[in-house]
């Protein structure tokens, strides 16, 4: 007798080129849009993969396909599903700035982009639903080729992001699902649906070789980049997109724009070796960073460094060496390759070291001290030092944080300041940026035993090309002399005006009642200010969030963005984010079920099964992605934090799933024996990492990594469990096996879906410690409820 064939390669395959499918979205969107939509792509492929459950469920005539036709025509049908799918999402133009006031046409798009997600991963859920329904004794090994497929393709989607760029590695997964519907379609002698995956591999494999002939995503409106903008340099990398442009305002042929994700970044200055053509920077507000403290700064650290202006500037003001640093190695690229003639080879200068790397861990890894560190709007998702759509609201922000000031001030020379200057728009109104930064400021420097903190901080304002905030801060007091000096620059530069200087208040704005307050007074004080800008931490470092989302709520239909773009933008669209999330998901995991709703009138103990399957979907959701935002502190790079921690989930996930199994039958070792080692290592995850964390942030990324592997490994060993046990309980308490395991990975699949957005409110309201014991409490009420489930024997009724 032939042994049956459990598919464990191609749902292996498919899985894989799931993720890459996912991965590579994220970044086409948040370069055609914004970086919040990265959760709309998480979301959708969820959904779609849930939905594919239901499907199965609703529509007998799928059961009585053969499993090798049904995967080879859903390979198929998916395959063509990304190619046209990606058309639709890179060529629909969305203007969100506009969702409430364009009377639903823009929504509409929004809604048609979200359709062709959902379809791109539809037939990935159908696949693997049907795999399951159809072998429930061998789901763990199953779920385990599922995670482990999903785990690789997270290992190898950024070099293929690099390698291809991510449209590139968007087709390249539907080539191969189109290749394993091929292998399938030959493997059953159809000649018709093995022409077919053929043709379409043929043609998707076009976008795999020639990315560049892609159609370029249209951007949002407010980007500076456009489909139709002539450029002079072009390059995906999975941190940003970097592009160059030549015009740049008034200056001719002096300077080229840096645009970081569609968005103008910064400038490279052309540069013909002469430092004394660069005396613009006396009347520069660059100038405060050099002239105020009584002797120059020798050694200079520049944490993002992006086209080399303040690297001129400290050449200019004769600083002996200067180290910058850089991000992304694309934008590093541009001063070391692609424009090195243009700015005077910059960075092969004898007093300049150029460095590709994240600031915060760079500087963990220092042992000297600094004269001046000169921070230049950077941050640790993106460059876009824009923020007029509220693109960095979601982002988390590391350098921005008190640890981090903390840890400045640390590597600071006795007279040493650190220099923190970007866009403030509005600062007679609302001067957020300002006010947060010199908020967080004085609690890194309460940390450090200061009392009068005023006298440690000079803040001034500059109109600039675009109005600029400057923060001096020191870990010694200014001096008169300083305070003087501050104040005498000030004078020089046009329009500049001097905020406080060393205790001394010159204006009665919130950044002086900031820095002036009682701390008990501050503290009562911060929630009284019409917009959130309480001091940040690494426990939640979202610098950008102004907008409290209590604000956003009964504000919402009230349109916004036309006058002040920045303002709660970013807030509104998540809740529209989470809005369009739960209308999907209703709509194609949950009502679908009304069409068989006599099998599922049958099915026993929906209530528990459901609550089962919502906390184990909420719960996973929760712990991934608050995982993912504290680990970017960890290895640097957001997009490397995003790929490790999910491979190690997914694959340690996969393994525990394989040995769920042996003990599928034990009721008691789930709340016994899982439950409490979740509980230990979200305890780890809550005190523990930040020690790990200070301890190896100064390791080489590589072993980093390996670490980050390591401290997530053994979550995902039992959260695998939970999945496999909880399907194959409901499918041993009735005959309607497909239904009952459908029914489960749709609830699964909802809640899975909202979570992916509302951890992130979470985390932006309440910090990452609480998303994390929201998520031990999740796992709490699955433990609970799965334990119920195993107990039962099988019954008819509920």
Same mark, same amino acid.
């Given at each position: 007798m032939t042994k049956p064939r459990r598919f464990y390669l191609e749902i292996f395959v498919? @899985?894989?080129?799931?993720?890459?499918?996912? +991965?590579?979205y994220t970044r086409v969107v948040s370069f055609k849009l914004f970086y919040y939509y990265t959760y709309l792509i998480i979301g959708f492929a969820l959904l779609g993969i849930g939905s594919g459950?239901?499907?199965?469920?609703?529509?007998?005539?799928?059961?009585?396909v053969p499993i090798e036709r049904l995967l080879a025509i859903c390979c198929l049908a998916g395959a063509v599903a990304v190619g046209v799918g990606y058309f639709i999402i890179a060529l629909t133009p969305v203007m969100t700035r506009e969702l409430w006031i364009s009377g639903g046409v823009e929504f509409a798009k929004l809604l048609?982009? @979200?359709? &062709? !997600?959902?379809?791109?991963?539809?037939?990935?859920?159908?696949? +693997?639903?049907?795999?399951?329904?159809?072998?429930?004794?061998?789901?763990?090994?199953?779920?385990? &080729?599922?995670l482990l497929g999903a785990g690789v393709g997270c290992a190898l989607v950024v070099f293929l992001m690099r390698a291809l760029t991510p449209p590139g590695a968007v087709f390249l997964g539907g080539v191969l699902l189109a290749l394993t519907g091929t292998r399938l379609a030959r493997e059953l002698r159809a000649p018709g649906l093995t022409m077919a995956g053929v043709a379409i591999a043929a043609i998707l494999a076009v976008g795999v070789v020639f990315p560049e002939k892609l159609p370029e995503p249209v951007t949002d409106s407010i980007k500076t980049i456009r489909p139709d903008?002539?450029?002079?340099?072009?390059r995906w990398n999975p941190v940003f997109r970097v592009d160059v442009t030549a015009k740049f305002g008034d200056l001719e042929d002096r300077a080229r724009v840096i645009h970081h994700d569609g968005l103008w970044?910064?400038?490279?200055?052309?540069?013909?070796?002469?430092?004394s053509s660069l005396? /613009?920077?006396?009347?520069?507000? /660059?100038?405060?960073?050099?002239?105020?403290?009584?002797?120059?700064? /020798?050694?200079?650290l520049i944490i993002g460094a992006a086209g080399g202006h303040e690297i001129l500037a400290s050449l200019f003001f004769d600083a002996e060496h200067i180290t910058a640093v850089e991000l992304n190695p694309v934008t590093a690229s541009l001063l070391t390759e692609h424009f090195v003639e243009y700015t005077g080879n910059l960075a092969n200068h004898p007093r300049v070291t150029l460095v590709n790397d994240e600031g915060r861990s760079f500087l963990a890894r220092q042992t000297g001290t600094y004269d001046l560190i000169f921070f230049v709007a950077p941050d640790s998702y993106s460059a876009m030092n824009s923020a007029t759509a509220g693109a960095f609201v979601l982002s988390e922000s590391y350098l921005y944080t008190a640890e981090m000031i903390?840890?400045? !001030?640390?590597?600071?020379?006795?007279?040493g300041v650190i220099c923190m200057q970007f866009g403030e728009f509005a600062y007679e109104q609302k001067p957020n940026r300002t006010g947060r930064?010199?908020?967080?400021?004085? &609690?890194?420097?309460?940390?450090?035993?200061?009392?009068?903190?005023?006298?440690? +901080?000079?803040?001034?304002t500059s109109p600039s090309f675009i109005p600029v905030s400057t923060i001096l801060l020191k870990r010694r007091p200014f001096t008169e002399k300083e305070i003087g000096n501050f104040l005498a620059l000030t004078g020089t530069l046009k329009g500049s005006k001097a905020r406080h200087a060393g205790g001394h208040a010159l204006d009665n704005g919130p950044v002086n009642t900031i820095i002036s307050l009682p701390p008990a007074e501050l503290d009562a004080w911060y929630p009284t200010y019409p917009y959130d800008i309480a001091p940040i931490t690494d426990d939640s470092p979202f610098f950008w969030h102004f907008t409290r989302f209590r604000t956003v709520w009964r504000e919402f239909r009230e349109p916004k963005g036309m006058v002040d773009p920045e303002d709660s933008i970013g807030e509104r669209l998540l809740l529209v984010l989470i809005a369009v999330s739960a209308l999907f998901a209703t709509t194609f995991l949950l009502l679908p079920f009304v069409a068989i709703r006599d099998v599922w009138s049958r099915l026993p103990r929906k209530g528990r099964s459901f609550g089962m399957f919502a906390a184990i979907g909420l719960g996973f959701m929760l712990f991934e992605i608050a995982l993912i935002q504290k680990l970017t502190l960890f290895l640097g790079y957001p997009t490397y934090s995003l790929t490790v921690t999910l491979m190690s989930l997914l694959i340690f996930t996969g393994l525990g799933s394989l040995t769920a199994g042996a003990y599928a039958g034990r009721g008691d070792v789930v709340p016994w024996g899982l439950f409490p080692l979740i509980a230990v290592l979200t305890l780890f995850y809550q005190f523990g990492m930040g020690f790990v964390t200070d301890a190896l942030l100064g390791t080489p990324l590589a072993v980093r990594m390996v670490i980050a592997l390591l401290m997530t490994a053994p979550l995902g060993l039992v959260l695998g469990a939970f999945m496999p046990l909880g399907l194959a309980a409901v499918a041993s308490l009735t005959e309607h096996k497909d239904a009952y395991v459908a029914w489960g990975w749709a609830v699964n699949g909802f809640s899975s879906v909202i979570g992916s957005v509302l951890t992130t409110v979470l985390s932006m309201t309440y910090g990452f410690r609480v998303v994390l014991l929201i998520g031990l409490g999740a796992y709490a009420v699955a433990a609970t409820l799965l334990r119920q489930l195993l107990h039962h024997r099988p019954s008819a009724g509920q």
């Open positions: 498919i @899985c894989l080129a799931a993720l890459l499918l996912e +991965i590579s459950g239901v499907f199965v469920a609703i529509l007998p005539q799928l059961a009585r048609l982009i @979200c359709f &062709a !997600l959902f379809m791109t991963f539809l037939f990935v859920g159908i696949m +693997i639903a049907s795999l399951f329904g159809r072998n429930p004794d061998f789901i763990s090994k199953l779920y385990f &080729a599922d903008s002539p450029r002079m340099f072009t970044g910064s400038s490279l200055h052309k540069f013909d070796g002469d430092v005396s /613009r920077f006396e009347t520069n507000e /660059r100038v405060y960073a050099f002239r105020v403290t009584e002797a120059r700064p /020798r050694r200079v903390e840890q400045s !001030l640390r590597h600071l020379s006795d007279d930064y010199v908020g967080t400021a004085r &609690a890194a420097l309460e940390r450090l035993g200061v009392v009068d903190v005023g006298r440690h +901080i000079l803040v001034a």
